[in-house]
């Protein structure tokens, strides 16, 4: 293998073991050589193999290096290879001839010009007075020549040279490189050699073939693309396209040459790959397995421009032809443009000045540039001179018309007729003036701004011939009228065809007005500039000429380009734009071009026919380089421009396009622009567009201006457009000059787009705003602080623009800047920067007008108010939901993104740290606005697909639903930097390129071509413009905020590779809140706390303190431990929230806690007070007894004689009552029959009464009428008269028998005419029927079946109802008469109950009287009953109450001391509540990720912060003083809780804080304590790897299980990011959380613990913001705590046994104690009333006292066997502080190396096993040092193991300290001062021994003064330097005594600082005597590697890992020991 260099990997070690290494010298060449020589029958060997290597040794000593020149083994081959070749063909010629010629074909080709010399003249030295023969290439020179002149190429002898060199380059290597920069002729030199090659194989000459070309861009498509890859899903091999591509040529049988060229960069990345097909195997290895072998005839050619990432295995196995540029020069480019490109209808005379005017101007132009100008890109001559000609080409092409208009046709033999008006003097004229413009445009544009009035002045001097340098030829006639006016620069001036001459732009411009309904965004006003870009843009388009615009950003690039390319013909042109940005692909950019083409047949694309495509690439040098330097989208461009053509991605098959111009722009190299290919721009003419000049910006703004004051303003406003643009002109020049972009201020970048974002920000106001020019003046300040002050990061910067901007407004505006501002600032005083913030401008305070107008908000509590209610109602209406403070600050941000939001096509970058208010600030605007607001939402598995989802749900919610959109996104939300690619193409063009599929797309067109009908747009409907409609309606609804962190490299890196970021964004930087927004928010928050004004003030000043403090505190943490912590404003937020809810929550304790102590006092007392009183109470119940018990007894005596008598009359009135009875049931049994057969006629009647009632009196009237009726009414109204007893009329019979008949008719008619009839009807007396009516009736009538309702409702409705009328009263009438013989029988029934009755009722009166008389006697004798019980329960009571107060006061009578105390307590506590809960407040929400040591500083001042304030509080204060429950601590120690103060303050901060934990837990305290704590509660544990672990979540929360989340590490799951912060709505009653895509039920009771085992974690602000850091590290004396109980476990397990049990009973006792006391206080508290009269509650608190006596009298006991325990225990306290100091000993060593982490866990087993197997004694002191010694040396030795060899003193030494500070014998800083040597200061005392005493020394010696024991050390050597030398010269320093008084007097540390001042060199022998003597020497003496020892320490879950040095092998001791052990 080769040494590692690009593209090669170096082996790991642990591979390279297993090998023997083989180290390849450097061959001995000449041996070989002279060999391989003599093999090929070279005579003359010896010497021509010494010549060989002479040769390539003097060229790597003399000749440049070059990244292609290669001397190696492989170069002498290649000539050994030639010379056996020639020899063979040449056998008989001299071999020095041949071998000079083999060394020259095989080296020329390759050299740079400037070492051909050289190398020629290495080869005369070495081959003195040998002359080569001229090779005989004649029939290939010929067909080279034949093919040059067609292909209009210049044969010139280099490029000959170089042709031939290709051609015998082929021969002999079947891989070589055509290497060079742009324009040298290598893509030439193999066209024409191949079809040279061609004519000469149809000819049979040479024995040759013809060639076929393969060409491939390698870096133009990707690696799988290229060679071929495997599919990882399907594991399908598809092959690339050079796999083909060498497959179909390797299994030609053809003879052709097959060339496989690869035209592109050459990398280790891909062409390493090629080696064995390079090498002598011609064999290409794909990783299919497949391999390939190379065709004889097939050649593989590189086509690179150098060759810097090669890498020396592949130079060395190519040939090489290098070509350069500057052997070709520029002539050639000249000559063959004058040969075939002058227009046919020139003349012989205008070819000729033509000719002389091209060899005149190009070359001083291009030496002039060269050394003068300052270009936008670098350009080579040949490049300038091309473009040159090709841009004149453009003009000529133009122009050259007849007077039909058609073109004159070029590069044509055929000679035309043409007007002789071309060949007059006019038309030369024209030739030479068009000349002179192309050079202007085409040479002098790319010149950057400052180098063109220069080139101006050159070329004016050149023109007019007085040049010394480069005289105008005398052939060359050049009328003065033909150069370019005087007037302006060169550049100011066009040519023109009309006018004869050249004329201004300006004079070309057309006029411009600006429509009224137009946007601001969409005005382009016409300059010079853009005249100028158009101009050039329709040339390049209409003659097919690719184009590159390069300019600086803001210069219009884009805007004009695509405007242009719009406003194009759309029947002749479709446009195509594609924006690059850094993570642009090859294979994004083909399919995005292809996307737009047809397919006109295979593999031919192009727009549709007729059409041409014109592709605009836009920032093309965006593109992120690869790791060696290629731009893939480049390279594709480029592999289009050189050779048509691209391959299918899919099948490798080739595709063509036609009718496609290619025009491109970009911004010059550098910050996030790269520098660009040569190869690529060669194709392109560059033309330059600086920035606009002063007069021209000026001039585009003030048109605008005016346009907008002609709108509704006053006349005198046009009259302010030229101070404002001036002004603002000012400001954008002082900002980008003095506002410098650096590392930290990356965004500090500034264009043009910045001047138009203050104008555009003015034209918000409109006229009927405008009421005063002091608001116009105030506008244009606001609209500049908003566009370059709120992106200003230091305050001095802001103080900068504040004086800047204060100078504009006096000396431009002539105002007075603190009158102008003057409601701004404090009366009185002078206005200041802070005072502008007041400034507002905003259309939102008055959200109901519907036409809000954008003006000054100067009553900002107004606009507090409009804020405070749109909050409100955002609340209202959100799910979630925010808790803001509308404060001045945030009042700020609100109105400045409002802004943006109101501009079209307005987006803002809103920068700051996590947790400063970004999003809600956006959230707010946003509904202000009434946007809808678009988020994205991250899952596990969110990725490219899904973004694209929703990017595609936002356009088409912006696109064509219209609906105002903003998009906001924040840097958390990116999970690839792709979505910042497509954010970067949305705010640069509002689309994406590809986004949609074709049919997506076509509902999207069809869509607009909905909303395009309804808005009245005026498009066409075709495809393209309903698009450009869509991406229109994006723009003009999308808006985009970003909220990105400033901290970390992110934030850069995306600035630089997006620049739309800073282009399209106002940027917003939100800076730490100002004091006024920290004392706003408290103040909110904390206005209704129970405390005075004046404690809540300084509470406010307090919060303020706070939060700054720690912010110094976390400087300070950085800076000494290096760990990071972040201060921002939710910190502060969760501290106000903190304090505000433990405040409450603590005064309600406390209160209920007291009040309960003094209701059970008040108790105790009213019991006390009672007692006495009940005593006579007693006595006076005894006589009142006696009475009311003789009353009652005769009582008794009368009431018994008067019921005698009553139950006499009770017997006689029951008997009376019974035979009434049974008369009353006799007459109820006739009633009801009666009325049972009743019930059969009255529904009959009812119904007959209602068909009555529906009859109307039309049907009357209508019977009535008729003359002749129908037979069935006569027949019912017949019924009727009967019923109503009228007689019928007798008339004759009408049939003519002459009798007389009765007719009823008539009579009918008369009872139809009465008004009453029905009435009658109804109120029939229906009781009294005469019966012979009735027999009429029933014989005649009902009997009949035509009498039926149902038969006459046929006839008439009104006789149906007149029918049933009769049938109802026949059916009434028969149950009348059944029924009338029973009602006169119960008519007689009830007069004789009425009778009885009355008797009855007689009696039962006088039954009354007595019965009441003996009632009240009853009731007397109940009340006198009641009474003596109540006297007697009264007695009863008062003995019982006695018994009770008795019980109580002397159970609970001795508690009355506590409970008064408590009380007070209590009292004094509440008073100094507010204090004690700020600080622990303040703990809970600042501290958590502090250690021990900064938590207790910042504590103590924090307190006497609060002492100074006249906060209340208590002197000291703890958190757990504060907070801490005595039994819930004890609970959670038992848990596993270490015992420490600050783990203690952990788990308070856990359980208080509102936030989540997130613990730093590297020894898995926390995780141990969590898993402990939760166990019963089913906690789940998961980790962020799990597969299902969202689920195991999601039911945690449903269920309420608490959640171990353990493992992280510096980044969140974006995921977890709702339960984090809570985002929790309620929906239906529920509360509800999102999580994911899934609402799910949110159950409180769910706790979530987050642990990391990183130890030094650094957790940026979007993540530390949404949790609580807590530092669980362990501390010394938690440590020290565990380390003693396993000890004393160990040692005595009985007695820690009894200890733990005792422990647990303990905090049992403690906690049933506590839990007694409550119910007691609770019992007394909530007694209603006397409690003596509760017996309950007396039973309750009797058997409570007791058994809190028992458990108290168990307690004591326990305590006093704890502390005996303790005792005992205690004595092992040495051992476990001395192993807590070791354990923090190699904590340290993290510092020296990462590798270097020793677990709590494997410390404590290495503990356990020392306390085993250490030897024993009874004798405690002995067996305290034999653990100590043995566990020591077990640690250094484990310790040891691990360790480098390098670091095992230097931990020797650590842990040697470490126990001595254990023992307090060593001084910090004299430690600190043998490491370091001090702080070197400047020494006043000169060094007394110079010549052997180092100055450094010397200083170090001086700086020992400090040390009080070394105070007169240096003196002492300044008068003893001799003594002191003897001790510098001595071989062993550390070994031999000091001078006296100093080895005496001096301890070991201070001989080792002496030593270390003297003799640093010595130090090592010195530490190393330092640690024997104090520990001993066998901690000098690593131990050896023990396997069966560390095999033994280890067990299954802990394996044995081998870190292995190079050439370490432990296998086969590891296989040994494994054999020995019979595993």
Not at 66 to 83: F, N
Not at 729 to 736: M, R, V
Not at 754 to 769: A, E, N, T
Request: charged share 25%; net charge negative.
């Amino acid at each position: 293998m080769n040494p590692g260099y690009a593209g090669r990997s170096e082996l790991p070690d642990n591979l390279k073991a297993l090998f023997r290494t083989v180290a390849m010298m450097v061959p001995d060449y000449a041996m070989i050589a002279e060999i391989m020589l003599y093999s090929s029958g070279f005579v003359n060997a010896r010497p021509l193999s010494v010549k060989i290597v002479a040769t390539y040794t003097l060229c790597s000593e003399q000749l440049s290096s070059q990244a292609h020149y290669d001397y190696g083994m492989r170069a002498v081959k290649s000539v050994l290879t030639a010379a056996a070749n020639l020899k063979l063909k040449y056998p008989d010629a001299d071999e020095a001839i041949l071998m000079l010629r083999s060394i020259n074909d095989v080296n020329l080709p390759k050299f740079l010009g400037h070492d051909l010399p050289l190398f020629a003249g290495i080869t005369s030295d070495l081959f003195p007075g040998i002359t080569l023969p001229e090779p005989d290439y004649g029939i290939l020179t010929e067909a080279i020549e034949k093919n040059c002149k067609e292909m209009n190429l210049q044969m010139t002898k280099s490029f000959l040279t170089k042709i031939l060199q290709v051609y015998e380059m082929m021969l002999v290597r079947h891989g070589f490189m055509i290497v060079g920069e742009p324009f040298g002729g290598k893509t030439s030199s193999y066209r024409v050699l191949a079809k040279a090659l061609g004519d000469i194989a149809e000819k049979g000459l040479m024995e040759e073939n013809k060639v076929i070309i393969t060409v491939i861009n390698p870096k133009s498509i990707t690696m799988g693309e290229l060679y071929g890859s495997f599919d990882p899903v399907s594991h399908e091999w598809s092959d690339g396209i050079l796999a083909v591509s060498y497959r179909n040529f390797a299994s030609s049988t053809t003879l052709d040459r097959k060339w496989l060229i690869f035209d592109g960069p050459v990398d280790a990345m891909w062409i390493e790959n090629m080696n064995t097909v390079l090498d002598d195997n011609r064999k290409l290895c794909l990783m299919s397995g497949e391999i390939i072998q190379m065709h004889s005839n097939q050649s593989l050619i590189f086509e690179p421009a150098d060759l810097e990432a090669a890498s020396p295995a592949t130079v060395s196995r190519c040939g090489m032809i290098y070509m350069e540029p500057s052997q070709l020069g520029v002539e050639p480019i000249i000559t063959s443009w004058l040969e075939n490109k002058v227009p046919n209808g020139c003349s012989a005379q205008q070819r000729t000045m033509l000719g002389y005017l091209l060899n005149w101007m190009i070359p001083p132009i291009l030496d002039y540039v060269r050394r003068n100008g300052k270009f936008f890109l670098p350009m080579s001559d040949s490049h300038i001179t091309s473009a040159i000609l090709k841009l004149y080409e453009c003009f000529l092409l133009d122009f050259w018309v007849d007077e039909s208009d058609s073109k004159i046709r070029l590069r044509s033999d055929e000679e035309e007729e043409v007007p002789n008006e071309l060949h007059s003097d006019k038309y030369t004229n024209h030739l030479q003036m068009l000349f002179q413009f192309s050079i202007v445009w085409a040479a002098g544009s790319v010149l950057k701004y400052d180098s063109r009035a220069a080139f101006d002045d050159f070329f004016r001097t050149l023109c007019s011939g007085t040049k010394v340098e480069f005289p105008r030829p005398t052939e060359l006639k050049m009328a003065k009228n033909v150069q370019i006016p005087q007037k302006g620069l060169v550049f100011d001036h066009m040519f023109s065809k009309e006018n004869n001459g050249f004329v201004s732009w300006e004079s070309t411009m057309q006029r411009y007005a600006i429509p009224e309904d137009i946007q601001v965004n969409q005005i382009i006003i016409p300059t010079v500039d853009t005249t100028r870009q158009k101009y050039f843009l329709l040339k390049f388009i209409e003659n097919n000429c690719p184009a590159l615009i390069v300019g600086p950003t803001g210069t219009g690039k884009s805007a004009i380009t695509n405007n242009f390319i719009l406003s194009l013909p759309s029947d002749k042109y479709m446009p195509n734009f594609i924006s690059f940005s850094a993570q642009t692909s090859a294979n994004q950019t083909q399919d995005v071009i292809l996307s737009k083409l047809d397919k006109r047949r295979k593999g031919l694309l192009g727009p549709p026919v007729g059409k041409k495509c014109i592709l605009f690439v836009d920032d093309l040098n965006m593109p992120q380089k690869e790791q060696y330097g290629a731009q893939p989208p480049v390279e594709l461009l480029r592999q289009w421009i050189d050779n048509g053509n691209w391959y299918d991605r899919k099948d490798t098959s080739r595709i063509e396009m036609i009718d496609q111009t290619l025009v491109t722009a970009m911004g010059p190299p550098g910050g996030g622009r790269n520098d660009i290919t040569a190869r690529f721009t060669r194709h392109m003419v560059v033309i330059g567009i600086d920035s606009f000049t002063e007069q021209a910006l000026k001039g585009i703004f003030s048109t605008i201006m005016d346009w907008h004051f002609a709108t509704g303003f006053e006349g005198s406003y046009k009259a302010m457009t030229k101070i404002f643009i001036d002004s603002t002109y000012d400001l954008y020049k002082f900002a980008i000059e003095n506002f410098l972009p650096t590392p930290t201020k990356s965004h500090y970048v500034f264009n043009l787009r910045d001047f138009s974002r203050v104008i555009q920000g003015m034209l918000l106001l409109r006229g009927q705003s405008a009421d005063s020019s002091a608001k116009m003046y105030r506008l244009w300040v606001h609209e500049a602080y908003r566009v370059f002050y709120d992106r200003l990061v230091d305050p001095s910067d802001r103080q900068m623009f504040f004086t800047f901007v204060k100078g504009i407004v006096s000396d431009k505006f002539k105002q007075n800047f603190g009158k102008t501002f003057s409601h701004l600032g404090q009366i009185g005083k002078e206005v200041t920067d802070n005072d502008l913030r007041s400034l507002f401008f905003g259309d939102y305070i008055n959200p109901a007008d519907a036409n809000r107008l954008y003006d000054e908000i100067t009553d900002f509590d107004a606009l507090k108010d409009v804020m405070d209610n749109q909050l409100e109602d955002h609340d209202a209406m959100s799910k979630a939901p925010m808790k803001l403070v509308m404060f001045r600050y945030a009042i700020e941000h609100v109105s400045r993104i409002s802004r943006i939001l109101k501009q079209p096509n307005g987006h803002c970058l809103l920068v700051g740290v996590g947790g400063s208010g970004r999003q809600s600030c956006a959230r707010l605007a946003t509904y202000m606005a009434d946007y809808e607001l678009f988020q994205i939402e991250i899952t596990k598995q969110y990725g490219m697909l899904e973004w694209r989802d929703d990017i595609r749900r936002l356009l088409k919610m912006a696109g064509y639903d219209g609906k105002p959109t903003v998009f906001m996104m924040n840097d958390n939300q990116i999970k690839s930097e792709s979505f910042v690619e497509d954010i970067n193409m949305i705010l640069n063009s509002g689309d994406i390129p590809n986004l949609y599929e074709p049919d997506e797309r076509g509902e999207i067109l069809e869509r607009m071509q909905q909303v395009a009908t309804e808005n009245k747009a005026k498009i066409e409907f075709t495809p393209f413009a309903l698009y450009n409609y869509f991406v229109d309606q994006v723009k003009n609804n999308l808006h985009v905020i970003l909220a990105f962190s400033p901290i970390g490299d992110a934030f850069r890196t995306r600035l630089r590779k997006f620049p739309s970021l800073i282009n399209c964004c106002t940027i917003d930087w939100f800076q730490p809140w100002p004091e006024d927004a920290l004392e706003m928010v408290a103040n909110k928050f904390l206005e209704d706390i129970n405390v005075d004004f004046d404690v809540k003030t300084s509470i406010v000043k307090m919060c303020k303190t706070f939060h700054t403090s720690v912010a110094e505190l976390s400087e300070r943490f950085q800076e000494i431990l290096q760990r990071i912590n972040y201060v921002t404003p939710t910190s502060y937020l969760e501290l106000i929230k903190t304090f505000k809810r433990l405040l409450g929550e603590k005064q309600k304790t406390l209160l209920d806690m007291k009040n309960r102590y003094v209701v059970g006092l008040e108790k105790l007392e009213s019991a006390a007070s009672e007692v006495a009183i009940m005593q006579v109470e007693l006595e006076a119940l005894k006589p009142q007894l006696e009475v009311t018990s003789q009353e009652t007894a005769d009582l008794m005596v009368r009431i018994e004689a008067e019921t005698v008598e009553v139950e006499a009359k009770k017997t006689v009135v029951e008997a009376d009552e019974k035979v009434a009875n049974e008369a009353a049931a006799g007459s109820k049994a006739i009633k009801d029959e009666c009325e049972a057969d009743l019930a059969e006629a009255l529904p009959a009647l009812k119904s007959a009464i209602k068909a009555l009632n529906t009859l109307k009196p039309s049907d009357i009237s209508l019977m009535k009428s008729m003359k002749n009726p129908p037979h069935m009414i006569r027949f019912v109204m017949e019924a009727i008269c009967v019923m109503r007893q009228v007689k019928p009329d007798r008339k004759p019979d009408p049939s003519g028998t002459g009798k007389m008949i009765e007719d009823f008719w008539g009579p009918s008619q008369k009872l139809l005419s009465d008004m009453n009839f029905l009435d009658h009807l109804k109120s029939y007396d229906k009781d009294h029927i005469p019966p012979k009516v009735i027999k009429v009736i029933r014989d005649k009538y009902t009997s009949n079946p035509d009498f039926n309702p149902k038969v006459i409702a046929s006839v008439s409705s009104a006789a149906e109802g007149l029918c049933s009328w009769v049938t109802a009263m026949d059916i009434y009438d028969r149950v009348a008469k059944v029924v009338a013989p029973k009602k006169e029988k119960l008519k007689e029934a009830e007069g004789l109950l009425k009778i009885q009755m009355d008797a009855l009722n007689e009696k039962q009166a006088e039954l009354k009287a007595v019965l009441d008389r003996l009632q009240l006697l009853n009731d007397d004798l109940d009340l006198k009953k009641q009474k003596l019980a109540e006297l007697e329960e009264a007695k009863e009571m008062c003995e019982k109450k006695l018994v009770r107060a008795e019980k109580l006061l002397g159970g609970l009578g001795g508690e009355k001391t506590r409970w008064t105390q408590s009380a007070k307590d209590l009292t004094d506590l509440f008073d100094n509540v507010a204090g004690d809960v700020l600080v622990s407040a303040g703990v809970v929400a600042y501290l958590g990720p502090f250690t021990a040591d900064f938590r207790l500083d910042q504590i103590d001042k924090w307190v006497e912060g609060c002492h100074k304030l006249e906060i209340p509080c208590s002197e000291t204060i703890t958190l757990a003083g504060t907070f801490g429950d005595p039994v819930k601590i004890r609970s959670w120690n038992i848990a596993g809780l270490p015992v420490d103060s600050f783990s203690t303050d952990n788990g308070i901060i856990v359980d208080n804080t509102s936030r989540w934990p997130l613990c730093i837990d590297p020894q898995g305290q926390a995780n141990k304590w969590i898993k402990n704590l939760e166990k019963t509660n089913m906690l789940k544990v998961i980790k962020l790897s799990d597969p299902n672990y969202v689920r195991t979540l999601e039911n945690s929360i449903q269920f309420g299980h608490p959640v171990l989340l353990e493992n992280v590490f510096e980044e969140l799951d974006p995921i977890l990011e709702p339960v984090l912060l809570k985002t929790i709505f309620r929906q239906a009653g529920v509360d509800l959380i999102r999580l994911g895509e899934n609402s799910i039920e949110y159950s409180h009771d769910f706790k979530f613990y987050i642990t990391t085992k990183l130890r030094n974690p650094h957790y940026l602000p979007e993540v530390s913001v949404k949790v609580t850091l807590l530092n669980f590290m362990i501390t010394p004396i938690g440590l020290q705590d565990q380390l003693l109980s396993i000890v004393a476990a160990k040692e005595k397990p009985e007695l820690e046994e009894k200890k733990n049990q005792l422990i647990i009973e303990g905090a049992a006792s403690k906690k049933q104690l506590k839990e007694i006391e409550d119910k007691i206080l609770e019992v007394l508290s909530s007694s209603q009333g006397n409690i003596l009269d509760d017996e309950v509650a007396i039973q309750v608190l009797s058997s409570s006292k007791i058994l809190a006596q028992e458990i108290s009298e168990k307690q004591e006991v326990a305590n006093k066997t704890e502390e005996e325990i303790d005792a005992t225990r205690n004595g092992y306290t040495p051992v476990a502080a001395h192993s807590s100091i070791l354990f923090f000993t190699i904590s340290d060593l993290a510092s020296i190396d990462p590798m270097y982490q020793y677990s709590l866990v494997w410390f404590i087993n290495l503990y356990i096993v020392s306390i085993e197997e250490s030897d024993k004694s009874n004798d405690l002191d002995e067996r305290i040092e034999n653990l100590n010694n043995h566990f020591t040396y077990s640690i250094y030795r484990n310790v040891c193991r691990s360790l480098f060899e390098k670091d095992k003193l230097l931990f020797s030494l650590i842990l040697c300290i470490g126990i001595l500070k254990g023992k307090d014998k060593v001084d910090d800083s004299e430690w600190r001062f043998l490491l370091t040597g001090g702080v070197a200061l400047d020494n006043p005392v000169p060094n007394p021994a110079e010549e052997w005493l180092q100055d450094k020394a010397w200083g170090e010696l001086v700086r020992c003064q400090e040390f009080s024991a070394l105070k007169e050390l240096y003196k002492h050597v300044i008068e003893n330097a001799d003594k002191w030398k003897e001790v510098y010269d001595n071989p062993a320093p550390h070994s031999m005594d000091l001078p006296d008084p100093w080895h005496l007097s001096l301890s070991p540390m201070q001989k080792l600082i002496v030593l270390r001042c003297l003799r640093p060199d010595k130090i090592v022998p010195g530490v190393q005597d330092f640690i024997v003597e104090h520990i001993g020497r066998s901690y000098i003496e690593p131990p050896t590697f023990d396997l069966a020892g560390s095999f033994s320490d280890s067990n299954p879950c802990s394996p044995l890992i081998f870190v292995l040095s190079p050439g370490a092998d432990p296998m086969s001791a590891l296989m040994k020991f494994a054999d020995d052990e019979s595993m």
